[in-house]
């Protein structure tokens, strides 16, 4: 009895496994060890991206503060020019926050469409272009003419845009 029960669960046990293998090819079976991978930096993927994100929502905090104070109907001169000044300074060395293996074939959930990698000459052109704008909108926003700030802002927001309309996944 004991020789039949093991005989029928072999075969269960092999097909149990052959199914968690489905649908697994060599795209799709190491992203698990893609996320832990280290990168030539030493940071892992994962931590990478992580990084990186939390950058890009330092930069976008200080689009905010700026945009909202452009909006008020007596806008604070002194929070736009801290805003203006945390942008360029956030956005320093933006390139190398995209590293090979840290887009979407991670596996770590990522708004970076795979185009910044293959494109990559034109991902830089476009930061370089929004480093210029927003080193541009400081110097503006340190020099306290709020028409000035506003139109510099416009302009920085538009590199950004140009940015995220190519490189990275819809919102």
Known sequence: MKRCKIQIMLPVL???????????NDETAPVSM?????????????????????QL?????????????????????????AAAAVVPKEAAGMVDWFPEGTGP????????????WEDKAGFN??????????AKLNTIAQGGDVAAIAAAFQTTGGTCKACHDKYRLDD
Do not use: N
Not at 39 to 54: D, F, S, T, Y
Not at 69 to 81: E, N, V, Y
Not at 125 to 134: F, G, I, L, Y
């Open 125 to 134: 052109d476009k930061v370089a272009a929004m480093q210029d704008a927003a």
């Open 14 to 24: 092999a097909g149990l496994s052959m199914l968690s293998a489905c649908g697994q």
């Open 105 to 116: 074939e991670s596996g770590v959930k990522t708004e970076a469409l795979p185009i910044i």
């Open 34 to 54: 893609a996320a832990s991978a280290e990168l030539p930096g030493g940071m892992m993927v994962k931590e990478q991206i992580e990084a990186r994100q939390a």
């Open 57 to 81: 929502k330092k930069i976008g905090k200080g689009f905010k503060a700026i945009s909202d104070q452009l909006k008020a109907g007596s806008p604070d001169l002194k929070q736009i020019q």
